[in-house]
T-cell receptor, first 113, second 113 residues
Framework: AQTVTQSQPEMSVQEAETVTLSCTYD???????LFWYKQPPSRQMILVIR??????QNATENRFSVNFQKAAKSFSLKISDSQLGDAAMYFC??????????FGTGTKLQVIP | DTGVSQDPRHKITKRGQNVTFRCDPI?????LYWYRQTLGQGPEFLTY????????KSRLLSDRFSAERPKGSFSTLEIQRTEQGDSAMYLC???????????FGDGTRLSIL
C-alpha cells in the first residue's frame, strides 16, 4: 500500500521569505503522480502543483516549485515570496495506477506579517 | 465550469438515522471520488467511480455505507444507521483522465448527535 508522510505538522514563514514543506512517500509503482493541495481554513481544497513521476524536470507554478527526488521518494514544496494568503493546511498526495489518491496528514503553514 | 457541487453543506442528525449526500462533478469529468476528512487529518479515500462503474472501495467503507453514480453523472453517498464515529467532512472530487488533477467540492459536514 502506498503511504505519504509529512513530518512537519506546523511551519511558519515571514512574509516575503521562502519556505519548504517536506513530503516523502512509499510505493512500488513506477508510474504515478504527486500533488500538493492547499486547504485554507473552512475552505475548499485547491490544487497547488502536480508532478508526473516519469518527468525528471521539477514542476513550477509561479511562486510554487517542487523538488522531486524519485530515487529518494521525496517531494518537497518550495513557496517563494510568501504571502499572507498562503497561510493554510498543505497536503501532499500520491496517485498511482488506480487513481485513488493517498494524502499525507498535512502541514499547517503560518505566514507572519 | 461551475466546479464540483456538494449538497447539503451541513447535516446534523441523530445517531441511528440514515443520511444521503449528493455530489455533482464538473460536467466533462468521468471520474468521481468520495473522501472522508476528520479534523486535523488529510482526506481518506472512500470510493471511486469511473463513469457509472464503482471501481474501488476502501476498507473504511463499511456495509453501512453505499455510493452510487447512476448514468455516470451525479453521485450519492448514503450512510445507514449513523454512528458517532461517522462525524466528519465528506468530500467529493472529480477528475478527467489518468493522472488528471482532482477538483474538490466544498464538502458536506456531518455531525451526529
Amino acid at each position: 500500500a502506498q503511504t505519504v508522510t509529512q513530518s512537519q505538522p506546523e511551519m511558519s514563514v515571514q512574509e516575503a521569505e521562502t519556505v519548504t514543506l517536506s513530503c516523502t512517500y512509499d510505493t512500488s509503482e513506477s508510474d504515478y503522480y504527486l500533488f500538493w493541495y492547499k486547504q485554507p481554513p473552512s475552505r475548499q481544497m485547491i490544487l497547488v502543483i502536480r508532478q508526473e513521476a516519469y518527468k525528471q524536470q521539477n514542476a513550477t507554478e509561479n511562486r510554487f516549485s517542487v523538488n522531486f527526488q524519485k530515487a529518494a521518494k521525496s517531494f518537497s514544496l518550495k513557496i517563494s515570496d510568501s504571502q499572507l494568503g498562503d497561510a493554510a493546511m498543505y497536503f501532499c498526495a500520491y496517485s498511482g495506477g488506480y487513481q485513488k489518491v493517498t494524502f499525507g496528514t498535512g502541514t499547517k503553514l503560518q505566514v507572519i506579517p | 465550469d461551475t466546479g464540483v457541487s456538494q449538497d447539503p453543506r451541513h447535516k446534523i442528525t441523530k445517531r441511528g438515522q440514515n443520511v444521503t449526500f449528493r455530489c455533482d462533478p464538473i460536467s466533462e469529468h468521468n471520474r468521481l471520488y468520495w473522501y472522508r476528512q476528520t479534523l486535523g487529518q488529510g482526506p481518506e479515500f472512500l470510493t471511486y467511480f469511473q463513469n457509472e462503474a464503482q471501481l474501488e472501495k476502501s476498507r473504511l467503507l463499511s456495509d453501512r455505507f453505499s455510493a452510487e453514480r447512476p448514468k455516470g453523472s451525479f453521485s450519492t453517498l448514503e450512510i445507514q444507521r449513523t454512528e458517532q464515529g461517522d462525524s466528519a467532512m465528506y468530500l467529493c472530487a472529480s477528475s478527467l483522465g489518468q493522472g488528471g488533477p482532482q477538483h474538490f467540492g466544498d464538502g458536506t459536514r456531518l455531525s451526529i448527535l
